[in-house]
């Protein structure tokens, strides 16, 4: 077993590190490596030469093949084709719009698409008989809307006669009729949503006080499955089903939907054999996981010629990579993106052309990379960086949080060291 090796690093990669004569890590890899691997933002302050490409780049490629591997075996569905029903209630991870982004527990969700409303529902729905209660807290700022819809309901919550939700800006909406409601609400606010079957009501609450009825529901409505429900634009919101101790506690016998009796509950259909989740989980071609940024077209080949040679091994899925650079009609980068790209190494102005007009997705990175990151900040692209890093979702459709990387050759950069805490804290 090689150094690199025990670090966690594939066999693959290993052979292609002693290939370029590496028989040991330098000391920046030997703490990058794991921490990235892990699941870690990094800082990495070192000078040329101290092998920080490599301490980037190596386990970058490594969880982007794995992640390859995992959706190409259909990882996460059970042999039988069987959907797996959670325990407990949470955001449903298929159940969603396409830039609705999950976390693995359920309770927290984002999307970071600023021109379009992207909605989720719970995994779990109340039907029948029974008052029931759940909290939604505004996490970051944006638009939000929550509420209650049932399974035939449109995820934009209350653009449909099956979706009953309260928005931010201090609107009611159902049937695409947003009238005023309540008052506006915003960062840190919790929203009550009450659904009273037994009168046939819906409520909402704002940090704890009761905005009155917002909607009636009639006899065929009372009798159907409502789900909690969520829509989000450019926003992220916490939710608490019950698990958790509430910040405002329901009156008037309401209970937790996750107190529910276990004959009221019904489980989503919306399963992970569905159409929705291989949508979202499987990248589109122009999705790459991982943005590599570089002050210069020279810095971005060099990264670029090490993430060939690293990869050498590594078959089945191949990691297909891109460089974007001026100089390269940009008409052959569109056509490779549009053909399928793992990892975008490139610098500033032609990413931003291709992001802005549409051929280059930012919907499922998990990494973002500033290599040399001093000059990024010297050469004005500060405005850029922060751009971007705020259209980049904090958590990855299949629940994985984004990771940055920040390097920089300049030990002891202010503006960097500035930058790096506001990203990676």
């Known amino acids: 077993m090689t150094a690199f090796e025990e670090m966690g690093v594939m066999p693959e990669l290993a052979k292609a590190t002693e290939d370029i004569e590496w028989t040991l890590p330098t000391d920046i890899q030997a703490e990058a490596i794991p921490l990235i691997l892990g699941g870690g933002d990094v800082l990495i302050a070192a000078e040329t030469g101290s092998g920080k490409t490599g301490a980037f780049c190596l386990p970058i490629i490594q969880i982007v093949w794995e992640t390859l591997n995992d959706i190409a075996m259909g990882k996460g569905t059970s042999k039988s084709g069987e959907r797996a029903v959670s325990a407990t209630w949470g955001l449903s991870l298929f159940d969603r719009g396409r830039a609705m982004a999950v976390t693995p527990d359920g309770l927290r969700c984002q ?5 379009e409303w992207h909605g989720c529902r719970a995994n779990k729905a109340v039907h029948g008989s029974g008052k029931y209660y759940y909290e939604a807290t505004v996490t970051d700022e944006g638009l939000c809307r929550v509420g209650w819809s049932t399974s035939q309901a449109n995820l934009d919550l209350g653009t449909d006669k099956f979706g009953f939700g309260f928005g931010g800006t201090g609107k009611k909406s159902n049937s695409k009729q947003f009238t005023d409601y309540g008052e506006a609400f915003g960062m840190h606010d919790v929203i009550g949503c009450y659904l009273d079957l037994e009168r046939g009501e819906v409520r909402f609450s704002k940090n704890g006080v009761d905005l009155g009825k917002a909607f009636d529901l009639n006899g065929q409505q009372k009798n159907e499955t409502y789900y909690p429900a969520v829509v989000l634009k450019n926003a992220e919101m916490s939710f608490n089903f019950g698990a ?5 506690s329901p009156a008037n016998n309401f209970v937790a939907v996750s107190a529910a009796p276990k004959e009221r509950i019904r489980e989503n259909p919306v399963s992970s054999n569905s159409q929705t ?6 990248p589109s071609p122009n999705a790459p996981q991982a943005i590599i940024i570089e002050p210069s077209r020279e810095l971005a080949e060099q990264t670029f010629n090490q993430i060939q ?4 091994y590594l078959k089945d899925p191949t990691v297909r990579e891109l460089l974007v650079v001026g100089g390269v009609p940009a008409k052959q980068q569109i056509a490779a993106l549009n053909s399928g790209i793992d990892i975008v190494v490139g610098t500033p102005g032609r990413l931003e052309d291709l992001i802005q007009g549409g051929y280059l ?3 499922h990175c998990r990494f973002f990379v500033l290599d040399e990151a001093d000059g990024l900040l010297k050469q004005g692209y500060t405005e850029l960086i922060n751009k971007l890093h705020r ?3 904090k958590v990855t459709s299949d629940g994985k949080k984004l990771q940055m990387v920040v390097c920089s050759a300049t030990l002891h950069s202010f503006e960097v060291k500035k930058m790096a805490v506001r990203f990676l804290t």
Do not use: C, G, Y
Not at 244 to 248: A, V
Not at 277 to 282: H, L, N, V
Not at 309 to 312: G, I, L, R, Y
């Open 111 to 115: 999307s970071r698409e600023p021109r």
């Open 244 to 248: 958790q101790p509430f910040k405002h």
């Open 277 to 282: 989740e291989t949508a979202d989980t499987k």
């Open 309 to 312: 040679k690293f990869k050498k």
């Open 361 to 363: 997705s930012l919907t």
């Open 391 to 393: 259209q980049i979702p």
